[in-house]
């Protein structure tokens, strides 16, 4: 578990494990003032840290962090793309085997098998940005939107969620309303699951654009690191999130009123923490 003060840009504290226990460690060690201080909290949609987090700090602003949300929204495509890829590979089983070489011109077509390959190189040019599309990725989008209707219409939805971000707050608002409706009316499965999770989590979305903050923070401050090791600094400590390290100097002169709280699946190794962690 990672803690950054949005504003010092610096560490505020780190420890093991990815449970309720160590974010309520964290609270706890920051006290019950300097909890009443604190105006923002940007995490991930980890329901234990959105419950201790309003436990903690009624008083602050909880945001989702963007990234998470538009991941959920590319989980979601490639589900459905993962589907139509194995109905494609079905239907290539049903299809006439070729033997090795060059078909004979009167072979017969295996339009299943074809597009089976074709699918399942496709994933990023699902995933990726549009603007960041290379030539061949963008043929290959055009050819699912002209032979995969569905599939091009979960697209569609992954791309709208990620564009509200960059929307003005009022318009974002009135564009997640009809974005929520076209998921629930969409018909796609993995879509109609996602815009439940987006109504339960809409206030903090709305909040991470109206007070333009995310967990990208932490994320910019990973530096590779060629040995994964612990090391201590000068009035510091080193990091270590398998073969990433994140550092920062424990002190600050200012109290840390907006957080960023990160959890990690792979826990880091932290140097043992002093009473000037949590500031």
Not at 128 to 136: A, F, Y
Request: aromatic share 8%; proline share 6%; net charge positive.
């Amino acid at each position: 578990m990672v803690v950054v003060d949005h504003d010092a840009r610096r560490l505020v504290w780190a420890a093991p494990g990815r449970t309720s226990a160590t974010v309520r460690e964290f609270f706890d060690l920051l006290g019950a003032d300097r909890c009443a201080r604190i105006t923002h909290v940007s995490a991930d949609g980890a329901d234990f840290i959105d419950t201790i987090v309003a436990q903690a700090c009624p008083g602050a602003v909880r945001v989702a962090d963007p990234f998470h949300v538009v991941k959920w929204a590319s989980e979601a495509l490639d589900e459905v793309r993962r589907g139509a890829w194995n109905d494609a590979r079905r239907l290539a089983r049903a299809e006439p085997e070729r033997g090795r070489g060059r078909p004979r011109a009167d072979a017969p077509p295996r339009p299943g098998s074809e597009r089976a390959v074709a699918l399942k190189g496709a994933r990023y040019s699902l995933w990726k940005n549009p603007q960041n599309l290379s030539e061949n990725q963008q043929v290959k989008l055009a050819w699912i939107a002209a032979t995969d209707p569905r599939l091009y219409r979960a697209y569609l939805l992954k791309e709208g969620l990620r564009t509200i971000f960059a929307m003005p707050y009022n318009d974002a608002v009135e564009a997640l309303e009809k974005w929520i409706g076209w998921a629930r009316r969409s018909r796609i499965p993995s879509f109609v699951k996602l815009q439940k999770s987006i109504v339960k989590h809409q206030a903090r979305i709305l909040a991470a654009i109206k007070h333009n903050l995310s967990n990208g923070l932490i994320e910019s401050t990973i530096i590779w690191s060629p040995r994964g090791t612990v090391s201590d600094v000068a009035d510091g400590a080193v990091l270590v999130r398998r073969r990433h390290v994140i550092w920062s100097l424990y002190t600050t002169e200012t109290p840390a009123n907006r957080l960023v709280v990160a959890a990690f699946s792979s826990a880091p190794s932290v140097a043992p923490a002093t009473s000037r962690t949590c500031v």
